[in-house]
């Protein structure tokens, strides 16, 4: 899932829609949400000069999606599960955990 930096417009892959756990793709919305409206805003959503977890872009749409994780009951090991995405290294993980306040981003084994 992700949002078209030219226009706005989320984009979620079938497979997404149909596999995953209705808590994710809840989640992954409000975050592609946010993103809506950065791009609205003018932000670019890619900034390529930034490590992923360091854009200020991702913390942001992190920070509203952790609390909402929150709010509808999700644990710190599920939120940390949520965390998990294929395209960053553990360092940068604990890194963007420990940035979020989640558990405890310096001791996360995997």
Do not use: C
């Amino acid at each position: 899932m992700f949002v078209d930096n030219d226009d706005g417009t989320i984009n979620i892959g079938i497979q997404h829609l149909q596999e995953s756990d209705p808590e994710v793709l809840y989640l992954d919305i409000i975050h592609e949400l946010v993103h809506v409206r950065q791009q609205r805003e003018g932000l670019d959503l890619y900034d390529r000069s930034k490590s992923y977890v360091d854009r200020e872009t991702e913390i942001e749409a992190y920070e509203f999606t952790i609390k909402e994780a929150r709010r509808i009951g999700l644990g710190e090991e599920e939120i940390l599960d949520y965390l998990t995405v294929e395209w960053i290294t553990l360092e940068e993980y604990r890194r963007l955990a420990d940035r979020l306040g989640v558990g405890s981003g310096s001791n996360i084994d995997s």
